[in-house]
């Protein structure tokens, strides 16, 4: 096993460690699109499944669309087979679903692809969902979220769904993008290429620039200690509204004022609304309203 491969592989461990993602006798059907996070992904449970002191099943699956490329196609089936990894193929035909008037981008597509995945897994009793998503993708979300829709919010590396019994997993949550592309060089997958044509201005590619420039200025550290900061928010220096006159920001304010501390101002107020513990709603995972959080 080459530097880069033990690298990833315990980048992969210490996620699934971290999140508590795979518990003992799991079935988990692993996304599958041909992709280099997907197969970076796929190569590395593969042979953990048969040491990971958890024991687990594992499963890949490609949700086949009439957009999907047939080299992709029989590139997925060869490396399955090689690694000896189970494949299922769930047929899924894209355009008979779009409403008159609608047009199709990269985030309706992967939402689709993502129901599919998760209804088969509840037909055939998987209890985990193994996605390609890695750091760069966790924060190109949490930006898009904060400059698109106003909340501080991103996909999470562990998402319980309130309507399935499924688990989303995210194990290559501690990678960068910059780790898998240079894996998939190493391992010789072949560049995959969506088809469809219809996306051309996403949303996430100025995120990703964006992201890309920061670490640019900031140094490579950047990345993970942005990351970082999404496992530690500081709730006293966020901005929260008030409910009602009895909410303490008046005195909160007045003794800061009071002060002679130079720190940033502390503002009581509410508890941000729609916390709750437990399982996230699947709003959360961009399943539901315009209200919900982007994935």
Not at 32 to 40: A, H, R, T, V, W
Not at 161 to 170: H, K, M, P, V
């Amino acid at each position: 096993m080459s530097d880069l491969s033990k690298l990833l592989s315990k980048r992969i461990d210490k996620a699934l460690f971290d999140y508590n993602m795979i518990r003992e006798g799991d079935r988990v059907l692993l996304g599958l699109s041909g992709g280099k996070d997907s197969l970076s992904l796929a190569y590395h449970l593969s042979r953990k499944q048969k040491h990971f002191p958890v024991k687990f099943e594992l499963t890949a699956a490609h949700v086949r669309t009439e957009f999907s490329n047939p080299a992709t196609l029989d590139q997925i089936a060869e490396v399955c087979r090689e690694w000896g990894l189970p494949l299922v193929e769930i047929p899924m035909e894209l355009e008979k679903r779009i409403h008159p008037g609608q047009r199709m981008n990269c985030f309706w597509c992967s939402k689709q692809r993502r129901v599919e995945l998760m209804r088969y897994a509840g037909a055939h009793g998987f209890q985990r969902i193994a996605l390609g998503h890695h750091m760069d993708d966790i924060l190109e979300t949490f930006f898009m979220n904060m400059s698109h829709k106003g909340e501080l919010s991103t996909m999470l590396p562990v998402l319980s769904l309130d309507n399935y019994e499924q688990t989303i997993i995210r194990p290559l949550a501690w990678l960068s993008e910059e780790h898998i592309l240079a894996f998939a060089d190493e391992m010789g997958f072949t560049a995959f290429t969506c088809r469809c044509g219809f996306d051309t201005t996403s949303k996430r590619r100025s995120m990703r620039s964006a992201l890309e420039y920061l670490v640019a200025q900031e140094g490579s550290g950047a990345r993970e200690r942005l990351f970082e900061a999404l496992h530690a928010p500081k709730l006293r220096y966020l901005i929260r509204r008030s409910e009602s006159p009895e909410d303490d920001v008046g005195r909160g304010f007045e003794a800061h004022h009071a002060s002679a501390l130079t720190e940033a101002p502390v503002y009581g107020g509410r508890k941000p609304g729609g916390r709750r513990s437990g399982g996230v709603s699947s709003a959360a995972d961009g399943h539901a309203g315009s209200g919900s959080p982007t994935e």
